[in-house]
């Protein structure tokens, strides 16, 4: 009787569910009726040690732009984050190095992580895998974008022209069109006839905004205004027509909003390219353009 109970409890440690052979046994010996019980109940606790070692997992990163060179607050969302011990980043292809110090890592919750990254200016500008490393796991990569230019967030308050958001060129503004029939207002300064470029990344990264992109002088009168350049993503070339301030508004083309409408613009004297050709090149390998 007790060699058979040791069997038992040895065939449940095991997880090793010979079913026949335990109905065999427990016909012959007359196993009491509590010892399928049992047997089910330390199974049941060995699934359980098996479940509570849960991967990590990582959702979203905010925000999703750095401008390299400079030291940055970001927020990592996800699951099972609460023991995290490190961020992983995947190397600059040129200089083969990660170059982004992190110089804090706490977990707020199992979802959310805050940290501190330290960016060396010397990176190349571009896309990042970002991982996180927990006891029990390593997360799938997210992307995360080293940029040049400063990177600026709408106050969220400038939704008229009264109350426009003062900004300095050049800049990428990264905003949302939170609400149906909402405008977002930006005022500028710029020089007479310095040709400046504000073009809107929206469509181009997954966002429902129909961007609808104007310039206005500050009496209220459009000195220009674009629909799509690029597929639904609006772009101006402006010539200021003298010295002063300008507003930028920013809305969807049919008047909607929402929390997933998200927006970009790259707003300045910068480089703009009207076409590149081929569109894209093997990772890894140099192409002429
Ligand atoms: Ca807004
Ligand atoms: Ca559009």
Redesign the pocket.
């Known amino acids: 009787m007790i060699r058979a109970w040791i069997e038992l409890l040895w065939l449940a440690d095991l997880g090793a569910i010979v079913t026949e052979r335990v109905s065999r046994k427990t016909a012959i010996i007359g196993l009491p009726r509590f010892g399928a019980g049992l047997l089910t109940l330390l199974l049941l606790r060995g699934f359980t040690l098996l479940q509570a070692q849960p991967i990590p997992k990582l959702t979203s990163v905010s925000p999703e732009w750095i401008q390299r060179g400079t030291t940055v607050e970001i927020t990592l969302s996800g699951e099972y984050l609460t023991n995290a011990t490190r961020l992983l980043f995947s190397s600059d292809t040129e200089s083969n190095q990660a170059g982004i110090a992190v110089t804090e890592l706490k977990a707020q919750d199992s979802k959310t992580l805050a940290a501190k990254l330290a960016v060396s200016s010397s990176l190349t500008p571009g896309e990042r895998e970002l991982r996180v490393v927990t006891p029990t796991g390593v997360t799938e990569p997210i992307a995360i974008n080293l940029s040049e230019l400063p990177e600026l967030h ?1 106050s ?1 308050t ?2 008229s022209p009264e109350s426009s958001q003062l900004i300095e060129l050049p800049a990428a503004i990264n ?4 609400a149906p029939a ?1 405008s ?1 207002y930006y005022r500028f300064h710029a020089k007479k006839g310095e040709p400046l470029i504000f073009d809107v990344f929206a469509s181009r990264m997954n966002s429902p905004l129909d961007s609808s992109l104007a310039i206005q002088n500050l009496e209220g009168k459009e000195l220009a205004r674009n629909e799509d350049a690029n597929g639904l993503d609006s772009l101006i070339e402006f010539r200021p027509p003298e010295d002063g301030d300008y507003l930028l508004q920013l809305r969807d083309f049919r008047y909607q909003g929402g929390a997933e409408f998200k927006y970009r613009i790259y707003a300045g004297a910068i480089p703009y390219l009207d076409s590149i050709f081929p569109l894209g090149g093997r990772r890894g390998q140099s192409v002429e353009i």
């Open positions: 709408e969220g400038n939704k905003g949302f069109i939170k909402e977002d």
